[in-house]
T-cell receptor, first 113, second 114 residues
């Protein structure tokens, strides 16, 4: 059973456009939702994260929107740039000792110039 | 600067051989993780450790083992390599606490099992 479902699998966006990646989760005990960014040939790195006490978190051009009732969260990249071309992973976890992050399957974003 | 390193970066081996992938971090992090990344499957957790002598199975642990004898290292062993274990392997670490601490990933090891 896939606990974190991510879509789309791939995305092509024009430079300057908005990139939107969606994730849905099943476990209502999840209370931490990070996004990781991975460039080709590199390991993933934390991009931005949100907790369910807020509905939105913005850092520069990157925004997480969170809908607790729908059990969904999304990453919005405003004014997308070719340098944003990467694979993006959403993830979720519980605040419980001994547990681990559950990752989505990833979205490969290509921003065309 | 503190870092996390993996070795080797590339490895070719034959079916049935034992293979060990090394992971070393200098952050003094208690938590360490091993993932495999395959097209269409994303990042899947193999094993993880929340401290010395602590190891836990992840989603895809069959055919893999780990041991944690010190804080800095978590080697991943493939007991008898299979072609299905051809993948890119990432090690990660995070500071003490739950899974909600930021994970810092290594550069990855690309493994080919022939």
């Amino acid at each position: 059973q896939q606990q974190v479902k991510q879509s789309p699998q791939s995305l092509i966006v024009q430079k300057g456009g908005i990139s939107i990646i969606n994730c849905a989760y099943e476990n209502t005990a999840f209370d931490y939702f990070p996004w990781y960014q991975q460039f080709p040939g590199k390991g993933p790195a934390l991009l931005i994260a949100i907790r369910p006490d807020v509905s939105e978190k913005k850092e520069g051009r990157f925004t997480i929107s969170f809908n607790k009732s729908a059990k969904q969260f999304s990453l919005h990249i405003m004014d997308s740039q070719p340098g944003d071309s990467a694979t993006y992973f959403c993830a979720a976890s519980k605040n419980q000792a001994g547990t681990a992050l559950i990752f989505g399957k990833g979205t490969t974003l290509s921003v065309s110039s | 600067d503190a870092e996390i390193t993996q070795s080797p970066r590339h490895k070719i081996t034959e079916t049935g051989r034992q293979v060990t992938l090394a992971c070393h971090q200098t952050w003094n992090h208690n938590n360490m993780f091993w993932y495999r990344q395959d097209l269409g499957h994303g990042l899947r957790l193999i094993h993880y450790s929340y401290g010395v002598q602590d190891t836990n199975k992840g989603e895809v642990s069959d055919g893999y083992s780990v041991s944690r004898s010190n804080t800095e290292d978590l080697p991943l062993t493939l007991e008898s390599a299979a072609s299905s274990q051809t993948s890119v392997y990432f090690c990660a670490s995070s500071s003490s606490g739950t899974a909600q601490e930021t994970q810092y990933f290594g550069p990855g090891t690309r493994l080919l099992v022939l």
